[in-house]
């Protein structure tokens, strides 16, 4: 059975670092593409990055970009998420989300996946 696993989520300062790790199970993840999300309370899931199938291409929501990188590391069957400048308003559930073969980037931070993780809280805060 398919299953993501979100992990490495935490308190953080501003100004802090975190990173987050979504390890699959079930499947090996060389053939799937990959998204992260976050939702704040009050908030609708907002698509954070994905990567592609081969890991060659990305894309970030401008509200994170140049502070995050997604990668992949395909021997672990893990994907990233390295996050920097922590910012108050990153505070969230992360999740990340997987679909087989690649995806539309003009797409890619919709919810158009086929699996999500429960996701792993990060709390911003001084």
């Known amino acids: 059975q398919l299953q993501l696993v979100e992990s490495g989520g935490g308190l953080a300062q501003p100004g802090g670092s975190l990173r987050l790790s979504c390890t699959a199970s079930g499947f090996n993840l060389d053939t799937y593409a990959f998204g992260w999300f976050r939702q704040a309370p009050g908030n609708e899931r907002e698509g954070v990055s994905c990567l592609s199938e081969n890991g060659a291409r990305s894309k970030y929501a401008d509200s994170v970009k140049g502070r995050f990188t997604v990668s992949r590391d395909n021997a672990k069957n893990t994907v990233y998420l390295e996050m920097h400048s922590l910012k108050p308003e990153d505070t969230a559930v992360y999740f990340c989300?997987?679909?087989?073969?690649?995806?539309?980037?003009?797409?890619?931070?919709?919810?158009?996946?086929?699996?999500y993780g429960q996701g792993t809280q990060v709390t911003v805060s001084s």
């Open positions: 989300a997987t679909v087989e073969h690649d995806i539309d980037f003009d797409v890619c931070l919709r919810p158009k996946y086929d699996y």
